[in-house]
């Protein structure tokens, strides 16, 4: 079995995380470590043509993501991360599944900076969260059309004013259709990439 194979069958059952316990996490983060070792991009920033797109989130330790899990009568759907190499701009979208007609969406938008090879630094600038019917969200392609082109979604669409507390990420491994990243609390994040007709 190749490394790759290895670390999709360690996650494999685990619901993104959720359902993994430590000795899980110990397991996936040494499935990591040994793909990132063969990591064929080793200046990933370099690679805009392949760090660009629309990526699915498959596994990650962030309490913060996996938190989002946690509210009576609603479950946390699909998590993306979409990167706009160009614009260097960042979305992340979650998808909130629940009763009919009240699937949600919380989404944080803003820019990244690369400061090495491998590391950028993020900054968040907007903040997005209602029901998805309410903001005509289709697929995260659209919504973030619909972002670039200015529409604001009333009433939970603000700005994050605390500019100055920074996050990074460094992207561990990354190929065709898979990305590995961890983060500056210490958060790993495996990621597929999606594509949206």
Excluded at 83 to 107: D, L, Q
Excluded at 126 to 139: A, C, D, N, T
Aim: aromatic share 10%; with cysteine.
């Amino acid at each position: 079995m190749n490394k790759k194979a290895a670390l999709l069958e360690a996650i494999a059952g685990k619901n993104r995380g959720l359902l993994a316990n430590e000795i899980d996490n110990a397991q996936v983060l040494s499935a990591i470590q040994q793909l990132e070792d063969t990591n064929p991009t080793p200046n990933p920033l370099e690679a805009k043509e392949l760090l660009e797109g629309d990526w699915r989130l498959l596994y990650t330790t962030s309490k913060s993501i996996l938190g989002l899990d946690r509210f009576p009568l609603f479950k946390l759907g699909q998590i993306y991360q979409c990167i706009r190499t160009a614009e260097a701009k960042v979305y992340n979208i979650a998808e909130i599944v629940g009763m009919p007609f009240m699937e949600g969406i919380v989404s944080v938008a803003g820019r990244f900076e690369p400061t090495s090879a491998k590391r950028v630094s993020v900054i968040f600038e907007r903040s997005i969260i209602g029901l998805q019917r309410f903001v005509s969200y289709k697929s995260p392609h659209k919504f973030i059309e619909q972002l670039e082109a200015g529409k604001k979604f009333l009433p939970l669409d603000f700005g994050i004013e605390n500019r100055d507390r920074q996050a990074w990420l460094d992207i561990t491994y990354l190929d065709e259709d898979m990305r590995l990243g961890r983060g500056n609390e210490g958060n790993v994040f495996i990621l597929t990439r999606e594509n949206f007709e």
